[in-house]
């Protein structure tokens, strides 16, 4: 799971450092007089992004997606896990990140209670993420010259939000998962663009 995780979050960091050269290279800034609390809020919403992306690796590598509950009744009883807000669950056992050479992955090793911690952890950072970029989306609107960027931030939010929720109440599709994937990728771009191309005015 260590290599899975690292493999996609690698591909992503290259993603946005060539996102990054191509911006800086073009040498379209947006120049705003807060640019440094803006830019403040996007690295913190980067730094954030990061971390769920992350849990998103490891909730696919430990094949913890439909822990809290797969087919109708997970439907019904979302966004509960197992039919309670705070099931039984183990942290612990969760988040060994490495467990040593020769162990077959395949199909997962966790018992359900670990899995169920890999589940929870995953919402309860989509929480947080989702409320820092709702309010920097909301900034960004405020802010003359960022509203299509503030519009295009909040739309792909609201769309990753319901992917993931379709994730669980659908059993995992393999589309709806490929897209939620594209989701978490286009919100690494708006972010890395923002970063990129505002700055303050020159003295």
Known sequence: PIVVMGHLLGGLTTFALLLWMA????????????????????????VLLGLQI????????????????????????????????????????????????????????????ARIAIQLAHRLMAVLVFGHLLVLAIRLLRSPGLRGWGSLLGTLLFVQVGLGIANV????????????NAGATALLFVLVSLLARVRAPDA
């Open 54 to 113: 992350a849990l998103g690796g490891w909730t696919s590598a430990n094949y913890a997606a439909l822990s809290c509950g797969a087919g109708s009744w997970s439907a019904a009883n979302f966004p509960k896990c197992v039919g309670q807000w705070w099931p039984p669950h183990d942290f612990r056992e969760g988040f060994v990140l490495w467990r040593g050479i020769g162990v077959d992955y395949e199909g997962g090793i966790l018992d359900n209670q």
């Open 23 to 46: 911006w800086r290279a073009i040498d379209r800034p947006i120049t705003l007089v807060e640019a440094g609390a803006l830019k403040r809020w996007v690295i913190a919403g980067l």
């Open 169 to 180: 109440v659908m059993s995992l599709p393999l589309h709806v998962a490929v897209l939620h």
